[in-house]
């Protein structure tokens, strides 16, 4: 028990860290209650809610990889309500956590779920100065609060802009596997960790584009950039990841 009290507190520290290199604001405050997202996944370290996911096949959640890191916390997802106090429990699958290489991306094996998933998008939809959608459950309030005091019950979105992964902004927050965006209307910050990115392809449907990985809380975001990891996604989904 210690043990796994020293590690949750560990990447607790890290993923603060992540998300509090500058003056904090308030997670997507400024966006809006989504009224869609039937995908969207709300993502529960033993048993707090923490972070949020995508359902991306009937068997499979997408999130952040510092979201499910170790065997030994009890991950649960909510699913099927855009309010994370109702939906259905599960819990994902021993031994089914796969990781991405190179971007802070996770997929999870769960029981097969009644959800349609989100689609994957290509890489025509990351391209600087394009607008992209942020999903969350995330805080609402910002400091001296504590961001664990006022997750949103309902899951919000906001509009935020992609921008050059160089800009210095974003310098501590993306790594090669990931694309940096600006505030919107809103911004994601704490737990909205792993929740997606959308864009829309020329066919008009909804697409995965991101993985929030980190922010900065008050001008930039970081997400890994789902379109790379669009075959490594599909062999997990086909293979297992084995």
């Known amino acids: 028990m210690l043990s796994k009290m020293r590690a949750y507190g560990a990447i ?55 979201c499910v890191r170790y065997d030994n916390w009890d991950i649960t997802f909510r699913v099927g309500s855009l309010d994370q106090r109702h939906g259905k429990v599960v819990r994902r699958v021993e031994n089914g956590t796969v990781f991405a290489s190179g971007a802070d991306v996770a997929l999870v094996r769960v029981p097969r779920l009644d959800v349609q998933p989100i689609g994957l998008g290509t890489g025509a939809s990351v391209k600087v100065g394009r607008s992209v959608r942020s999903y969350g459950w995330g805080a609402t309030c910002a400091p001296p609060r504590s961001e ?51 864009a829309f392809d020329k066919a008009g449907r909804e697409v995965l584009v991101g993985v929030l990985s980190a922010s900065d809380r008050t001008e930039v975001a970081s997400f890994g950039d789902v379109t790379r990891l669009r075959s490594w996604i599909k062999w997990v989904i086909r293979t297992g990841g084995h």
Not at 23 to 47: C, F, L, N
Not at 148 to 168: F, M, R, W
């Open 12 to 66: 607790c520290a890290f993923v603060a860290f992540l998300l509090a290199m500058a003056e904090p604001a308030s997670a997507i405050q400024g966006g809006t209650v989504s009224k869609h997202g039937p995908w969207a996944v709300r993502v529960y370290i033993d048993g707090e809610p923490s972070c949020t996911g995508t359902v991306v096949a009937p068997e499979w959640v997408i999130t952040a990889g510092h």
């Open 148 to 198: 664990g005091s006022c997750q949103s019950n309902v899951l919000k979105q906001a509009q935020v802009t992609i921008v050059k992964h160089a800009d210095k902004r974003c310098d501590l927050l993306v790594g090669t596997g990931d694309f940096c965006v600006q505030r919107g209307t809103g911004l994601p910050a704490g737990g909205d960790s792993g929740g997606p990115a959308t």
